[in-house]
């Protein structure tokens, strides 16, 4: 049976508010249900990243919870989704999620993902790393979650930020078989010729 069209995107507080954004408004064109949950300090970096309101985040997502709520749905394996994406995934949430303390609904809804075997993709962003960054890294992919740090791609060329956000956002739409058209895909031809 084909898990339903709803995807949870989790928002922590790092760098690259952006990716949350243009994930929320490439799953709505692609009529797939989003739940959105906002950590507190994904709030404070949003403040210094965007003039964009917490409000107008809301309004992107089908449904949005509390980080604190950890009765809500996404925290049960019961209730069916795709999977789940933290973008941008801070290192205390990357913390949290490899150790499965459940503390927060970003961390017990990640949970709940990995136990069901469900899809997992965090986009872990934070530079320079020390030990127990790569350790919290290699244990969640032990786990069967997807680190994918939102390294921008040059080869396609992008003149903007916002180009590499939005190739970043449809290479994480991809681990979920969720076709995005994108520019600057890799073509099976020779480079130059």
Not at 152 to 165: C, G, L, N
Request: proline share 5%.
């Amino acid at each position: 049976m084909a898990a339903p069209k709803r995807v949870i995107v989790g928002v922590t507080g790092a760098s690259g508010f952006d990716y949350a954004v243009c994930l929320l408004k490439m799953l709505r064109e692609h009529e797939i249900e989003t739940h959105l949950v906002v950590s507190r300090a994904a709030i404070t970096a949003m403040a210094h990243e965007t003039d964009m309101t917490f409000g107008q985040m809301k309004a992107l997502a089908d449904h949005c919870h509390d980080n604190r709520d950890i009765a809500a749905p996404i925290a049960s394996g019961s209730f069916r989704t795709m999977g789940m994406i933290v973008a941008p995934c801070s290192a205390k949430s990357l913390a949290e999620i490899a150790m499965g303390t459940g503390g927060t609904l970003v961390a017990r809804a990640a949970d709940v993902v990995l136990k069901e075997r469900r899809r997992l993709v965090v986009l872990f962003r934070e530079t320079p790393l020390h030990l127990g960054h790569c350790h919290n890294m290699l244990r969640l992919t032990e786990m069967g979650g997807i680190v994918m740090p939102p390294v921008p791609a040059f080869y396609p060329r992008p003149k903007s930020i916002d180009e590499m956000v939005t190739y970043t956002a449809a290479r994480t739409l991809d681990l979920f078989d969720i076709e995005v058209e994108i520019e600057g895909r890799w073509k099976d031809q020779q480079v130059g010729k």
